[in-house]
């Protein structure tokens, strides 16, 4: 024993030496940086119109290769655009980390033409003292590089995400008497664009409207950003709205600017006059909404107590290619994995340590499946791939191998391809464990090669499963045309077949071959998404606002009682919930302790309570629990 306490101490020594010496940087200690890109004076490639472009960011690997890590949005009809989405990369001091940006035109039938590319290293990018860098775009088609416009790439540091500081602002703006800048024939087509302050007179565009078509008073939709990407949460921080309206194959047509910082917006101010360059006025804008929420983050919840439940399905039409076929996408290789074993490999080895019990459904799609003892001749768009249709769970990501493996020998390929069934079998288990109040948040995991021929009623699924517990991946496996997939997967919101908006993003598209040379991306393309649209689930479904009939509604659990006035007249300013006033009843969000819910439920009701004149009314069945987003719990009221 002494022996080992004297050799532990020489070991502790050693290390304490070792982390004086600054030969590499700690991973722990190494930083992300935000990467804001435009586009200057870019080559039109389009023969009517304007350009509709789009960047990709790629990074090199050990080998040389450069791996596509992200894109931008598309910005229609221009050539100098300003992209919202930005490109974030982990600097490493001590490493050469070369990196190429790819300008592109998005043609309507999903392919592109090349633009121009830039070839640069991440310290060349941070080492300015400015953090901008404006890089020369040169075409590699040309022959002799010739230069296509101008590469601004702006390094920023993202504000640290603090635990209790996650504040996402949530507004909706209207306008009023705006400048018409229209033809003859048309009125303006208006939209906003919110920028932060950089530097004096240089902003990052941070968020865009939808444009409102022929409007002079438009009303846009209500949005949600988190504080720290407004305005990096400083308060005092300038933010810029500017108005511009559309136009039809050009460059949109500028008609004014306003100023404001959270700052203002929590001192209750609202109207907002629009300006031109000149200092005229061209119109106001009226921040209609606010609402400013600080809510729990991902790992809080699954730190609460939350779990994934994983559903895997499979594509076996017989678009795959036969399967003993060395050209089919299901052909088992000597040397390694095919395409469908490998993404099942990089995404499940994920998701599974968040599955406390390992149990996965597995289900096959599009054939006919020809089990011992499940033998069917009629084409099946969901069934066990374990051969028991009254058992399809496994165990663990080697589970889901051996299952997909079997399955290859018992399966004759069909078709055509479809993802109701699946969806309906996904949605009724989530929808189970809200009603057995089990805290598991569902992932359809979905492999498939290609097109879907039920197309609207699977928008019309998801609209609808966007109020439960449940996303859905969908990796795109081959060659094949995915543009549905893209649709399912729009940043602009996806509806179903009665213009109705899904409440919430739940779908997420990512085709295996541009990452199918870099699993880490691959994983990290497909999950990205996940953790904001758990939050967003929870968000949706926690955060009630209290009128006199949903208060009604979710205190009486008591049958028999009958509460007369459940209304909360608190007209005082809370920090419990958030800095605004709450008024004409209460806002409240769950959290994902028990003991903060009990706290937070208990000191609203009681401030309720201390409001009636009666003492026959008393708080029942404490603590409060959440459950479906109402609550459970009781406020009696005996008096007539």
Known sequence: VHGDKKRNQKTVLMDRMLQRIPTAQHEKDRETVEMFISCRRLRNRDLIGLTDTQVIFSVANEAGEYIERARTEEVKDSLNPDFIKTFGLEFIFEKQQKIKFEVID?????????IGEVYTTLATLVRKNDGTSILD????????????????????????????HNETISMKWSGTNIKDVGSWFSKSNPYLVFSRSRQPNEWLKIHETEVIKKNLNPQWNQFDIRSGRLCK?????????????QNLAKEPTYIGYADFTLADLRRDQRLFVLKDLRGRSVGELRLEILKITSESDFLEFIQGGTQLGVITAIDFTASNGVIQQ?????????????????ALLQVLNILIEYDTDKQVPVFGFGARPRFPHFNSGETHHCFSLTGNPAHPVVEGVDGVMRAYEN??????????????????????????????????????????????????????????????????IIIGIGDLDFTNMKILDGDDGLYDRDGNKAERDLCQFVPFNRFKDNSNRLAEQVLEELPRQLVEYKKLVSQIEFSNQAMRFGLNALQGIRIVDAKIPLERETSTLSQNTVRDGLSIRSFPGNSSRQS????????YLSHQPSPDVSMHN????????FLQGSVVDRRE
């Open 106 to 114: 998005v043609d309507l039938r999903g392919t592109w033409e090349h």
């Open 137 to 164: 775009l040169k075409n590699r088609e040309s022959g002799n590089n010739e230069v296509t416009g101008k590469l601004i790439v702006r390094v920023e540091k993202p504000p640290p995400e603090v635990a209790g």
């Open 233 to 245: 949460r400083k308060d005092d921080l300038p933010i810029r709205v500017e108005c511009y309206s």
């Open 326 to 342: 060395s050209g089919s996408l299901h052909a088992l290789r000597m040397d390694g994995h095919n395409h469908y074993q490998q």
């Open 407 to 472: 399955a290859l020998r018992h399966v004759e390929m069909s078709g055509p391809t479809r993802f109701v069934p699946l969806l309906q079998e996904a949605s009724d288990l989530a929808r189970r464990y809200l009603e057995a109040e089990e805290d598991i948040y569902t992932i359809l995991l979905i492999l498939t090669d290609g097109d879907i021929y039920d197309m609207d009623m699977t928008k019309d699924l998801l609209c609808a499963a966007s109020r439960l517990p449940l996303s859905v």
């Open 600 to 607: 937070l439920m208990s000191h609203y009701i009681s401030s």
């Open 622 to 629: 404490l603590p409060f629990t959440s459950s479906h987003g």
